[in-house]
């Protein structure tokens, strides 16, 4: 199971799944991370933490805790 976690900079991933329960959930999907959408990786910080992503044509910042609640394929 391949998570955004594992996405390496310069990667176009799809989600497959979103993983979590509740408020955090709620939350990834408030920032537009929905089943099908396409996620570029832009920057990953020097320690992994955190991802900088491009969806829906908006730049954003993920921790390494919810990249890794974000399936892709």
Not at 20 to 26: I, L
Not at 60 to 69: C, I, P, T, V, Y
Request: hydrophobic share 40%; charged share 35%.
């Amino acid at each position: 199971m391949a998570t955004l976690k594992d996405a390496k900079v310069g990667d176009t991933v799809k989600v497959k799944k979103l993983n979590g329960e509740g408020a955090v959930k709620r939350r990834i999907m408030d920032m537009g991370i929905t089943k099908g959408v396409d996620i570029y990786v832009r920057k990953v910080a020097p320690l992994g933490d955190p991802v900088e992503v491009t969806v829906r044509d908006y730049e954003l910042s993920l921790r390494k805790a919810d990249a890794e609640m974000i399936e892709t394929e």
